[in-house]
């Protein structure tokens, strides 16, 4: 069994044919090797056919959240050029006007229908595994809107083999996904799961009682957590009536492990946390050691999993640090990026071959790692990643916005969540609810914020690099 979603079930060898049909109905659309396609849809076994009918063609995957709204849909696919477009449900409505006209609608195209019930001959295409492109996935940076991040097949494949390995996959588990499937850690849950011969629950939305249920029902073996998740398991009133005891562990990652909530669950469950730490850049950096769980740890995303190299170094210079001294996390691994669109954001993303995380910390002697800080200024939103200069674009929008600045500060929900500072003209009479309302209106509900403090002016260097964290130790001072 490869599927599992409500009550239909899909076997691994009608995923295959079905995953050939929609090669063959990709084809019969004009789309060719090489060429990008977009998909914005949801958790559901179509999601799989038409993601590995897309590689299997030789084209690649634009992946695009379903939550986005018509600019930010405009934004992805006017970088990625898709030659067409594959949505559900009413994701369509959000397609940008210059997009592709040709779509695959996978509740309304009656070709899609048929695949399930017509077998289909092997789609056979050559590609050059290093260089051709199979998965593109979005990240956003602090100064501008999100980029796309390019994976050939080997760079995914690479991160689809560790990500196996880290779990401990077999074809003996059942793997829960509720993550979303655009994000690189939906994306790669799915992906290491058929690379290992799993078998997966799907969901189409996280429910946590549904989830619950089919832990139980299902013998569910790995469950995935990020921050609100792990939030809504530790505050569920009825936890303890759910049988969880088929579960080997719970995968935390995406973001920081509190460890509070991770003991709350496991004192009331039995069932320990595994964390682990990766990028949309390098999907696969470090992980607790799956069959040690006596060396699990909650303070430490873990040790560099196989072929993945971790240097610390100082920001300033790039001079590497020894052990136990805080600086830039960097990264080697055969599962890096091929490169950013656009073009010119790739400049700043290495350093003689490195990946520049972005993140702060440090290792201990043995290889344990610590995440301290974010050199970049990315807020991280129940796992996803927002960038300010987004949000402040469209603050700036607003005729009566001056300047403002746009911050994460800790939430015990969702990780993190987004706030602003914002300097209104004189004599302005926009509210703080005007400027919730206008973000709300224009990007993905993870990017909205939830306060906005009017302030007289926004703290900057003469080189007008805004000093966010001086602002968010004034407006949220630290407690304690």
């Known amino acids: 069994m490869a599927i599992r979603f409500g009550d239909r079930l899909l076997t691994y060898r009608e995923l295959n044919r079905q995953a050939d049909g929609f090669a063959h109905l990709l084809a019969a659309r004009g789309v060719k090797a090489g060429q990008r396609v977009a998909v914005m849809a949801s958790n559901r076994p179509e999601f799989?056919?038409?993601?590995?009918?897309?590689?299997?063609?030789?084209?690649?995957?634009?992946?695009?959240?379903?939550?986005?709204?018509?600019?930010?849909?405009?934004?992805?696919?006017?970088?990625?050029?898709?030659?067409?477009?594959?949505?559900?449900?009413?994701?369509?409505?959000?397609?940008?006007?210059?997009?592709?006209?040709?779509?695959?609608?996978?509740?309304?195209?009656?070709?899609?229908?048929?695949?399930?019930?017509?077998?289909?001959?092997?789609?056979?295409?050559?590609?050059?595994?290093?260089?051709s492109e199979a998965v593109l996935v979005f990240s956003s940076g602090t100064t501008g809107l999100p980029k796309a991040v390019r994976h050939t097949h080997a760079s995914i494949g690479a991160a689809t083999v560790q990500w196996a390995a880290t779990l401990g996959l077999t074809p003996d588990d059942r793997f829960q996904i509720a993550t979303p499937p655009f994000h690189i850690l939906g994306l790669l849950n799915m992906l290491a799961s058929v690379g290992a011969g799993s078998s997966v629950r799907l969901h189409p939305r996280f429910d946590l009682d549904a989830v619950l249920a089919a832990i139980e029902a299902d013998r569910v073996t790995l469950e995935m957590a990020v921050a609100p998740i792990a939030l809504a398991l530790a505050n569920h009133p009825r936890l303890e009536e759910y049988d969880l005891s088929s579960l080997r562990y719970i995968m935390w990652g995406a973001t920081p492990v509190t460890e509070s909530v991770a003991q709350r669950v496991s004192e009331r469950t039995g069932v320990a946390f595994m964390p682990a730490y990766g990028a949309s850049e390098v999907p696969v950096i470090t992980s607790n050691p799956v069959h040690h769980p006596?060396?699990?740890?909650?303070?430490?995303?873990?040790?560099?999993?196989?072929?993945?190299?971790?240097?610390?170094?100082?920001?300033?210079?790039?001079?590497?640090?020894?052990?136990?001294?805080?600086?830039?996390?960097?990264?080697?691994?055969?599962?890096?990026?091929?490169?950013?669109?656009?073009?010119?954001?790739?400049?700043?993303?290495?350093?003689?071959?490195?990946?520049?995380?972005?993140?702060m910390g440090w290792m201990e002697p043995e290889g344990w790692l610590h995440i301290t800080d974010r050199l970049k200024e990315m807020i991280k939103v129940k796992g996803f990643q927002v960038a300010p200069a987004e949000v402040e674009a469209v603050l700036l929008t607003h005729s009566e916005v001056v300047d403002c600045a746009v911050f994460g500060v800790p939430d015990a929900e969702s990780g993190e969540a987004v706030e602003a500072a914002v300097q209104l003209a004189g004599g302005s009479t926009a509210t703080s609810g005007d400027l919730k309302h206008l973000v709300a209106g224009t990007l993905a509900s993870y990017k909205h914020l939830r306060a906005v403090h009017m302030v007289d002016s926004i703290p900057r260097l003469p080189s007008g690099k805004t000093l966010r964290r001086e602002l968010r130790h004034t407006l949220r001072p630290p407690t304690g």
């Open 48 to 131: 799989f056919t038409a993601m590995f009918g897309i590689l299997k063609l030789g084209g690649s995957a634009v992946m695009i959240s379903p939550a986005w709204k018509q600019a930010e849909t405009a934004h992805a696919t006017g970088l990625t050029e898709p030659v067409l477009t594959i949505t559900d449900g009413d994701t369509h409505r959000n397609r940008p006007d210059h997009s592709p006209n040709r779509v695959i609608h996978l509740d309304q195209d009656s070709a899609v229908a048929t695949l399930a019930h017509h077998p289909c001959e092997p789609f056979q295409t050559h590609r050059d595994w290093d260089r």
């Open 294 to 359: 006596d060396r699990w740890r909650l303070d430490s995303p873990g040790l560099p999993v196989p072929d993945v190299e971790i240097r610390i170094t100082d920001p300033r210079t790039g001079t590497a640090l020894p052990p136990g001294e805080t600086g830039e996390i960097q990264v080697r691994s055969p599962a890096t990026m091929a490169g950013y669109l656009p073009d010119e954001a790739n400049a700043e993303a290495f350093s003689g071959g490195w990946y520049r995380t972005g993140d």
